[in-house]
């Protein structure tokens, strides 16, 4: 582990001193150390866990080009935070690494922000070690599976976007007969039974899933779906002013669902 990684984290878990750093400049020390900790007093004021450098060798051979990135990506969360897509920005930064360490990503600043709500869309571990949606008002879809197609599971992730207010009882993927892979879903809907049959394609989700799930919620949603796509659709449920800010802060394109 390069030696600001190890410092960075000591000082976090409050295990370093600063009689204890090796460092040849007492100024250059001190200096160094007043930048990590106004930056970990202004997260603890917040509630928030500092962000750590990934233990990946080839990112700690450049870990000093991962602190300003440290503060772009905190940038986007807290504008995030503000929106209500995250509760609080915590993560490990080998989380971001398969999506944003591509050079041309990281200065494009539409594909950069595009990578940070993918990534929000997927699942990582909590502080208590349990894995959880980094946003439960964003989810990475990939409409090859690679596994059966739960439409089930689908209707329950959307529900839990809006917060459980749809009324959805009853719901159970309808699996090919000879493949064993999902085919389409069963289901109540505010008492009324409905059973949707989609084209069977191996481990590919059908689309017209979506077309015909938010033709049945629309009236009974609070906000809306919108989608934006970096490597993977991120299907976001937010307000249409979210969706301006978003679109006007950050530069990515939003597509309303339908």
Not at 104 to 130: C, H, K, R, T, W
Not at 171 to 199: A, L, N, P, Q
Request: glycine share 4%.
């Amino acid at each position: 582990m390069g030696f600001f990684s190890q410092l960075w984290g000591g000082i976090a878990s409050n295990k370093i001193s600063q009689t204890e750093l090796p460092f040849d400049s007492l100024e250059s020390a001190m200096k160094d150390l007043e930048s990590l900790n106004a930056s970990i007093a202004h997260r603890k004021e917040q509630e928030i866990l500092p962000i750590l450098p990934s233990d990946d060798n080839n990112i700690l051979d450049t870990e000093w080009h991962w602190l300003p990135l440290r503060k772009k990506i905190n940038n986007v969360f807290d504008f995030l935070k503000i929106n209500g897509i995250i509760k609080s920005r915590y993560a490990r930064y080998d989380t971001f690494k398969d999506c944003i360490n591509e050079k041309n990503v990281i200065e494009n600043e539409s594909e950069f922000n595009e990578a940070i709500i993918q990534m929000l869309g997927s699942s990582s571990y909590d502080p208590q070690g349990e894995l959880k949606p980094l946003s439960e008002q964003v989810w990475t879809f990939d409409f090859e599976r690679d596994e059966s197609v739960e439409y089930g599971d689908f209707i329950h992730r959307l529900n839990k976007m809006t917060g459980y207010i749809l009324d959805f009882q009853e719901v159970k993927t309808i699996y090919h007969e000879i493949e064993k892979m999902g085919c389409g879903v069963e289901f109540k809907y505010k008492s009324k039974d409905f059973r949707w049959d989609f084209v069977y394609n191996n481990d590919w989700t059908d689309f017209n899933f979506f077309h015909k799930f938010l033709e049945l919620v629309e009236n009974d949603l609070d906000k809306k779906f919108y989608s934006s796509y970096f490597s993977s659709m991120s299907i976001l449920y937010i307000s249409d002013k979210s969706a301006t800010e978003i679109t006007e802060h950050l530069k990515i394109h939003l597509r309303l669902m339908t």
